[in-house]
């Protein structure tokens, strides 16, 4: 069965000055970005930002309480069935019945797509190495996330939401789950949206990237831009110094003594003045890590799971 | 072909992909007519997005290095690259660059290193002599 193509032009995901509240606490904060058909676009934040919250919205699970998502032009709440047919899901834990086989979670699954596809579905079982009559309680971690991965892909969907996909397995686990994210991509027209708070991983995949920092967002352009905007220099100091250093147009400073680092946003010609009118000089210039810039923003120094 | 991509040192991973196929190329590890592998296959064995692999090889026929066969894959450029003496240059002075880091560090004047750099050539080209000599003495 086809869904009518009038939306064919229509975003896969638009969220406009979204806001999501759990009781007190603001989840997410006026959020607005847009993901084109065919990006590969990388969420990424530290645990508690409103990653899963973002997504939970984007699959209908949660009314925003100001602001919108639409899904391929459509409200997801008003039309569970019409967005979710289109889309395939991977939740952050692999959520999957115990007690069913392989197989009978593939044909339990079925059930609900009327573009499920059997041949397909076989391919991917054979590719993860996934025997048809283990049972799911058995499986591994790894092997639950393939297996969980089979049942978002098996309907071919348009767009790809993966919650976490790598989040707590072993690196050859990881491996084949980026494989096979890697090997979805290529397929023509598919729109991946997968959130990490692995950077190195976002980097390797993602084209476009969003930056959650406590319900915000702090960032959120193609890897190019990103990549381009953003600096580090290194700066001398003939004399030891003692911080706090105050530098116009960085987003961070670290160091101690003679040696500091400076991340900066495009602010190359205003850090430089900055670092010059203290007496120091710019050593070294390079371009960070995603892992880099994102901790100049997010102000923390490192990526806890 | 093998690459290794970093995500540490923040250079773009096309650029990574560009700068060490070049660099295959320039050395001798890929010749002319090589076929390099497909850009799945690549993007694959590299866990990264295929797009930056196609990105890296439409540069890298821009340049000279790689043409593609319409649907027969994507090969090491005969005609060579006119960027070959550039990258090769390059290379050197990264190299170079490196031993002069290390002979200011070890206190070697520089005229030291290339009197050291001439008679480590002439040890390096003396079997190629004898076998010209030897090849002169049979004709």
């Given at each position: 069965?086809?869904?009518?193509?009038?939306?064919?032009?229509?975003?896969?995901?638009?969220?406009?000055?979204?806001?999501?509240?759990?009781?007190?606490?603001?989840?997410?904060?006026?959020?607005?970005?847009?993901?084109?058909?065919?990006?590969?676009?990388?969420?990424?934040?530290?645990?508690?930002?409103?990653?899963?919250?973002?997504?939970?919205?984007?699959?209908?699970?949660?009314?925003?309480?100001?602001?919108?998502?639409?899904?391929?032009?459509?409200?997801?709440?008003?039309?569970?069935?019409?967005?979710?047919?289109?889309?395939?899901?991977?939740?952050?834990?692999?959520?999957?019945?115990?007690?069913?086989?392989?197989?009978?979670?593939?044909?339990?699954?079925?059930?609900?797509?009327?573009?499920?596809?059997?041949?397909?579905?076989?391919?991917?079982?054979?590719?993860?190495?996934?025997?048809?009559?283990?049972?799911?309680?058995?499986?591994?971690?790894?092997?639950?996330?393939?297996?969980?991965?089979?049942?978002?892909?098996?309907?071919?969907?348009?767009?790809?939401?993966?919650?976490?996909?790598?989040?707590?397995?072993?690196?050859?686990?990881?491996?084949?789950?980026?494989?096979?994210?890697?090997?979805?991509?290529?397929?023509?027209?598919?729109?991946?949206?997968?959130?990490?708070?692995?950077?190195?991983?976002?980097e390797r995949v993602a084209d476009t990237v969003a930056m959650l920092n406590k319900g915000k967002l702090v960032l959120c352009a193609g890897m190019d831009e990103i990549k381009a905007q953003h600096h580090t220099l290194t700066l001398h100091f003939?004399?030891?110094?003692?911080?706090?250093?105050?530098?116009?147009?960085?987003?961070?400073?670290?160091?101690?003594?003679?040696?500091?680092?400076?991340?900066?946003?495009?602010?190359?010609?205003?850090?430089?003045?900055?670092?010059?009118?203290?007496?120091?000089?710019?050593?070294?210039?390079?371009?960070?890590?995603?892992?880099?810039?994102?901790?100049?923003?997010?102000?923390?120094?490192?990526?806890?799971? | 072909?093998?690459?290794?991509?970093?995500?540490?040192?923040?250079?773009?991973?096309?650029?990574?992909?560009?700068?060490?196929?070049?660099?295959?190329?320039?050395?001798?590890?890929?010749?002319?007519?090589?076929?390099?592998?497909?850009?799945r296959v690549l993007a694959e064995r590299l866990l990264i997005n295929p797009n930056t692999v196609a990105r890296a090889y439409r540069e890298l026929e821009a340049a000279g290095i790689l043409i593609s066969r319409q649907g027969s894959g994507t090969?090491?450029?005969?005609?060579?690259?006119?960027?070959?003496?550039?990258?090769?240059?390059?290379?050197?002075?990264?190299?170079?660059?490196?031993?002069?880091?290390?002979?200011?560090?070890?206190?070697?004047?520089?005229?030291?290193?290339?009197?050291?750099?001439?008679?480590?050539?002439?040890?390096?080209?003396?079997?190629?002599?004898?076998?010209?000599?030897?090849?002169?003495?049979?004709?």
């Amino acid at each position: 069965m086809q869904m009518p193509s009038h939306s064919a032009d229509e975003l896969p995901i638009l969220v406009t000055h979204l806001t999501q509240f759990y009781g007190r606490a603001t989840a997410l904060s006026d959020l607005s970005l847009q993901v084109p058909r065919g990006a590969v676009f990388g969420l990424v934040g530290e645990n508690g930002a409103g990653k899963t919250t973002l997504i939970k919205l984007m699959l209908g699970l949660l009314v925003p309480n100001a602001g919108s998502v639409t899904m391929f032009g459509m409200d997801p709440i008003q039309h569970p069935e019409r967005v979710l047919g289109r889309l395939g899901y991977l939740s952050e834990d692999h959520d999957l019945p115990h007690w069913m086989r392989v197989n009978e979670l593939i044909r339990y699954n079925r059930s609900f797509y009327p573009n499920w596809d059997d041949a397909y579905a076989e391919e991917l079982r054979q590719q993860f190495g996934l025997d048809e009559k283990a049972k799911v309680k058995n499986l591994s971690r790894g092997q639950c996330a393939l297996a969980g991965l089979l049942i978002a892909l098996a309907h071919k969907p348009e767009l790809l939401v993966l919650d976490e996909p790598s989040s707590g397995l072993d690196a050859i686990a990881r491996r084949d789950i980026l494989a096979a994210i890697v090997r979805t991509v290529a397929d023509e027209g598919r729109t991946v949206f997968f959130s990490s708070h692995l950077l190195d991983e976002v980097e390797r995949v993602a084209d476009t990237v969003a930056m959650l920092n406590k319900g915000k967002l702090v960032l959120c352009a193609g890897m190019d831009e990103i990549k381009a905007q953003h600096h580090t220099l290194t700066l001398h100091f003939p004399e030891p110094v003692t911080g706090p250093l105050k530098i116009a147009g960085a987003l961070s400073i670290e160091g101690r003594g003679k040696e500091w680092t400076v991340v900066c946003n495009g602010e190359m010609a205003a850090v430089r003045a900055s670092a010059e009118s203290l007496g120091a000089s710019i050593v070294e210039e390079s371009t960070p890590s995603l892992e880099d810039i994102f901790i100049a923003r997010a102000g923390r120094r490192s990526l806890k799971v | 072909m093998n690459i290794h991509l970093s995500t540490n040192n923040g250079v773009p991973i096309y650029r990574q992909i560009v700068s060490q196929v070049k660099y295959l190329v320039a050395s001798g590890r890929l010749l002319p007519s090589d076929e390099v592998p497909p850009i799945r296959v690549l993007a694959e064995r590299l866990l990264i997005n295929p797009n930056t692999v196609a990105r890296a090889y439409r540069e890298l026929e821009a340049a000279g290095i790689l043409i593609s066969r319409q649907g027969s894959g994507t090969y090491v450029s005969n005609t060579g690259s006119p960027l070959a003496w550039a990258e090769r240059i390059k290379i050197m002075t990264e190299r170079v660059d490196a031993l002069l880091a290390e002979s200011r560090q070890l206190d070697v004047p520089v005229q030291e290193v290339i009197a050291l750099i001439k008679s480590r050539d002439r040890l390096l080209a003396q079997p190629r002599e004898e076998e010209a000599a030897n090849a002169d003495a049979v004709s």
